[in-house]
C-alpha cells in the first residue's frame, strides 16, 4: 500500500468552473477526511466520512462544496462556481477506527489555483 | 471553540544548539495533542502525541494542562530536523483535528 493518494495533484481553473477532486484512503481505512490548507495556515478541517456516511461538516464548507465517498472507500471533493478564494490545497487524510490511537495518515493534496 | 496558537512562524537555530517550539491551546476539556511534520516536497505526517508519551527522532513534547501547552524540545538539533511543525487538537470522543498555524524550523550547519 502506498499510502493516501490524491488526483489531481494540481488544479488551475478559471472562476465560475467546477472542479471535482479525488481521494483514495489507504486499504481498509474506514474514516476520510478532508481539509483545506491556504497559504501561511495550517490545515482547516472541512468534513469527514465514517465509511459511506458523511458524520460532519465545517461550516466552512459552503454550499458550493459537495463530498461524496458512495462506496466507502475513495472519495470525491467539488466546487461547484469556483471562487478566487477557494485557491488552496486540499488535503485528505485517512484513518481506521478499530486502532486504539486512530492516527490520520494524510496524503499529499491537490493544490488548486482559481484565476 | 477550541484553537491551537504557535507563536514563531520560524525557527532559526545551529547545528548542535536545542529547540524549543511552542504550542498553547484553548479547550475547556481534555484534549489529545499532536505535533506533525512535513519535511521539503513530502507529505504531512504525525510526529508524536502527547498519549504515546515517547521520544521520536530526539523530540519530546509534554502537556501541561495548567500552561496550557504542549511545546516541542529537542536539547541538540539536526540540519535533518528542517521541515515545518503543525501542533494539533483533537476533543475527545471527536476525531477531526485542529491545527496551528505552524513553525519552520531551520537548522543550520
Known amino acids: 500500500d502506498t499510502g493516501v493518494s490524491q488526483d489531481p495533484r494540481h488544479k488551475i481553473t478559471k472562476r465560475g468552473q467546477n472542479v471535482t477532486f479525488r481521494c483514495d484512503p489507504i486499504?481498509?481505512?474506514?474514516?476520510l477526511y478532508w481539509y483545506r490548507q491556504t497559504l501561511g495556515q495550517g490545515p482547516e478541517f472541512l468534513t469527514y466520512?465514517?465509511?459511506?456516511?458523511?458524520?460532519?461538516k465545517s461550516r466552512l464548507l459552503s454550499d458550493r462544496f459537495s463530498a461524496e465517498r458512495p462506496k466507502g472507500s475513495f472519495s470525491t471533493l467539488e466546487i461547484q462556481r469556483t471562487e478566487q478564494g477557494d485557491s488552496a490545497m486540499y488535503l485528505c487524510?485517512?484513518?481506521?477506527?478499530?486502532?486504539?490511537?486512530?492516527?490520520?495518515?494524510f496524503g499529499p493534496g491537490t493544490r488548486l489555483l482559481v484565476l | 471553540a477550541q484553537r491551537v496558537t504557535q507563536p514563531e512562524k520560524l525557527l532559526s537555530v545551529f547545528k548542535g544548539a536545542p529547540v524549543e517550539l511552542k504550542c498553547n491551546y484553548s479547550?475547556?476539556?481534555?484534549?489529545?495533542l499532536f505535533w506533525y511534520v512535513q519535511y521539503s516536497r513530502q507529505r504531512l505526517q504525525l510526529l508524536l502525541r502527547?498519549?504515546s508519551r515517547e521520544s521520536i527522532k530526539g523530540f519530546t513534547a509534554d502537556l501541561n494542562k495548567g500552561e496550557t501547552s504542549f511545546h516541542l524540545k529537542k536539547p541538540f538539533a539536526q540540519e535533518e530536523d528542517s521541515a515545518m511543525y503543525y501542533c494539533?487538537?483533537?476533543?475527545?470522543?471527536?476525531?477531526?483535528?485542529?491545527f496551528g498555524k505552524g513553525t519552520m524550523l531551520l537548522v543550520s550547519p
Open positions: 487524510a485517512s484513518s481506521d477506527l478499530r486502532t486504539e490511537q486512530e492516527t490520520q495518515y
Open positions: 486499504s481498509e481505512h474506514n474514516r
Open positions: 466520512f465514517q465509511n459511506e456516511a458523511q458524520l460532519e
Open positions: 479547550y475547556s476539556g481534555s484534549p489529545e
Open positions: 502527547h498519549i
Open positions: 494539533a487538537l483533537k476533543v475527545l470522543g471527536y476525531s477531526t483535528l485542529t
